[in-house]
């Protein structure tokens, strides 16, 4: 298949996905908007992280934690002084008196997490593999408890409330509905920009530095810029989906990002797929539904125990690492493989008949 | 007052050695893995609670007295080991470092659920074989369990280096260590012998299980603290150094207790217990910036 019948594949199942999105919540309860909400957040997320790990080759335990830091950045940006103090905490100074809307906040925390996976990147350089792995996850162990030991700022243990969100600017949809619109819009935007940013320059750099370092550099891509950058894109990545989370749930405390929510970010999208962004779509529809339809499967008349899909989940990432590197989106790709050497034999006959003759 | 201190002192130097000693175990777990396969095993803390379990089970529901079923548990434990190695660990072991992180990720997901699935959350207690007695020594009370705790970790530390050192299969498991395609030329069983380094790593984590539970309580997420310990102690020492990994436990175990001590008498004030934690997971960030190769371990060169 040439590659542009695969670029018009492509570009035609991505514009049924986001018609399939747009249309979806006329069909479903508030209740399960919520659910497709999170999808949409953890979307974002895995976006990030696939930037990281998949497309750059930096493995992160940590990308739970970045969320984690966005999603402070935005409770405290939303509270502001007036509404931490309210909150019965003792804000510093420095920070902004008054609160501002969330849907102004979300760009920020995406920003400031951005800056500061930046800071992380530049040590981050040093380390590579396995000792990355442990660095990450040292960081993302550590964010709670620091998060509980600086309870002016965050609220300590107990955690901080924000106010209930609602739709804004007097829109005529139910709230639900409008977080729903909110993730997913924003989650459509990162989507192309992660798109236009993978297939461009910078996206072969940083395959070219995950496929092999010295190479990169012996072609003229400096590994030290190119890494940093990853590691502050794909934090700013997960500061937006930290951000939408907290606005979502109106609430946070140190351990709505444990180190379990980072160990099954970076399963998934290995289980979607590394360096796939379609991966990242069956990634996030997993991280969201596996947890919920493990316990209770759909089909078969019997429901596991609460832990079932733990064990599930850490045996399919097992079997998807021995027989499937390249995730559930290389599987489709290969099931599709049939049908698509058809066409192309469809295609290409005239020419091999002419050759022929 | 001094004496008060000093007594309070010596006692904390003890249990951070107790403390240390179990962190010892689980680092040269991790550096035996280390060594051989060049993957830090993220599943080790799991693999230990699962032992602990195993002992629990043993001890409790089936009525076995203590060694009978810690001796059973570390059988179970060594051919668990060997079993994870053969049946995951061989077919990735050749590629990237990102798919043997994700199969021991897979692996620390699927025994965690498991735990807690076939036992539940609650905590149980396992006893200590060594009682609850506390002696005095001059003033300084120590526990037995903390005594005995240091004594099976450094007999353990012991036996091992007689295994390495003094016999063939050691020989042969250092061999492969250090080059394994060269091993493998002069006759020795390169990938069993790795799947032994496996059996070995989860057995030095059934002890430490074992040695942990009784004071801080079984349950499934006892070891996830001790293993960010034991990583923080096998960096400290150096990865690849299974001497490292036991002076970086025992230093770290003291270390820590030290902090906590000094901010009892106002150095050190802004140290809170939780930041336990993240004052070792500093440690692991600090010495992979300034000394990547640890105390003991020999700086990597990579030749191009």
Not at chain 2, 228 to 233: E, H, P, R, V
Request: net charge positive; hydrophobic share 55%.
């Amino acid at each position: 298949m040439s590659p542009r019948t695969q670029r018009v594949i492509g570009f035609v199942a991505f514009a049924a996905f986001v018609a399939f999105i747009a249309v979806l919540p006329a069909f479903i309860s508030d209740f399960k908007a919520r659910d497709y909400s999170y999808v949409g957040i953890y979307l974002i997320a895995l976006l990030g992280l696939n930037i990281l790990t998949g497309y750059t080759g930096q493995i992160s335990l940590g990308h739970g934690a970045f969320m984690g830091i966005g999603a402070y950045a935005a409770a405290i940006l939303i509270l502001g002084r007036d509404g931490l103090s309210l909150a019965g905490t003792d804000p510093p100074g420095w920070l902004p008196e008054h609160g501002m809307r969330p849907i102004f906040v979300i760009p920020l925390a995406g920003l400031i997490t951005g800056l500061i996976g930046y800071l992380f990147g530049l040590p981050a350089l040093r380390l590579a593999g396995v000792s990355l792995a442990l660095a990450t996850f040292a960081v993302a162990v550590s964010l709670p408890l620091i998060a509980k030991h600086y309870e002016t700022v965050t609220g300590g243990g107990g955690g901080v409330s924000l106010p209930l969100p609602t739709t804004p600017f007097g829109w005529d949809i139910s709230t639900p509905h409008w977080l729903y619109y909110e993730a997913w819009t924003t989650a459509g935007i990162l989507f192309v920009v992660a798109w236009l940013v993978v297939r461009g320059r910078v996206g072969r750099a940083w395959r070219a530095i995950r496929d092999g370092e010295v190479a990169a550099v012996s072609s003229g891509v400096s590994p030290a810029a190119y890494k940093t950058l990853a590691f502050a894109v794909s934090s700013a990545f997960a500061g937006v989906a930290g951000a939408l989370f907290v606005i979502q749930v109106s609430y946070i405390n140190p351990d709505t990002f444990p180190i379990g929510l980072s160990i099954l970010l970076l399963a998934s999208s290995v289980v979607g797929g590394l360096g796939s962004l379609s991966g990242v779509i069956f990634g996030a529809l997993l991280l969201e539904f596996l947890p919920i339809y493990a316990q209770n499967p759909p089909v078969l008349d019997f429901s596991f125990s609460k832990q079932a899909p733990s064990v599930v989940f850490g045996v399919v990432l097992i079997l998807i690492v021995l027989a499937a590197p390249g995730g559930v989106a290389s599987l489709l790709r290969r099931g599709g493989r049939p049908v698509r050497l058809a066409l192309a034999r469809r295609g290409s006959r005239p020419s091999r008949l002419a050759k022929e003759e | 007052m001094v004496a008060a201190a000093f007594s309070d002192f010596m006692q904390q130097v003890v249990s951070g050695l107790a403390s240390g000693g179990i962190y010892a175990l689980l680092a040269l777990a991790l550096v035996i893995i280390h060594r051989s396969t060049g993957v830090i095993n993220f599943a080790q803390g799991e693999m230990a609670t699962l032992s602990t379990y195993i002992a629990w089970t043993l001890t409790v529901n089936h009525g076995w007295s203590y060694w009978p079923a810690f001796v059973a548990t570390l059988a179970i434990s060594f051919g668990g080991g060997v079993g994870i190695h053969r049946a995951v660990i061989r077919p990735v072991e050749r590629g990237s470092v990102l798919r043997i992180v994700i199969v021991t990720i897979g692996l620390l997901v699927a025994i965690n659920g498991y735990v807690l699935w076939q036992w539940g959350g609650e905590p149980q207690q396992l006893r200590s074989p060594f009682g609850t007695d506390t002696f005095d020594v001059g003033g300084v009370v120590v526990a037995a369990h903390d005594i005995g705790t240091i004594c099976v970790a450094l007999g353990i530390v012991f036996l091992l280096w007689l295994l390495f050192q003094f016999t063939k299969v050691g020989l042969a498991l250092r061999a492969v260590a250090v080059n394994p395609d060269e091993a493998r030329l002069v006759g020795v069983r390169v990938t069993w012998m790795l799947a032994l380094g496996w059996g070995l790593a989860a057995t030095l984590g059934g002890v430490a299980g074992m040695l942990t539970a009784p004071t801080v309580g079984l349950d499934p997420n006892m070891m996830a603290p001790v293993l960010i310990y034991a990583f923080a102690a096998a960096v400290l020492g150096g990865i690849d150094s299974p001497l490292g990994a036991v002076v970086g436990g025992l230093v770290l175990g003291v270390l820590l207790n030290m902090l906590s001590y000094l901010s009892q008498y106002g150095a050190f004030d802004w140290f809170t217990e939780e930041l336990r934690l993240p004052a070792a997971l500093l440690i692991i960030l600090v010495v992979l910036l300034v000394r990547p190769a640890g105390i003991f371990g020999r700086p990597e060169v990579k030749r191009v």
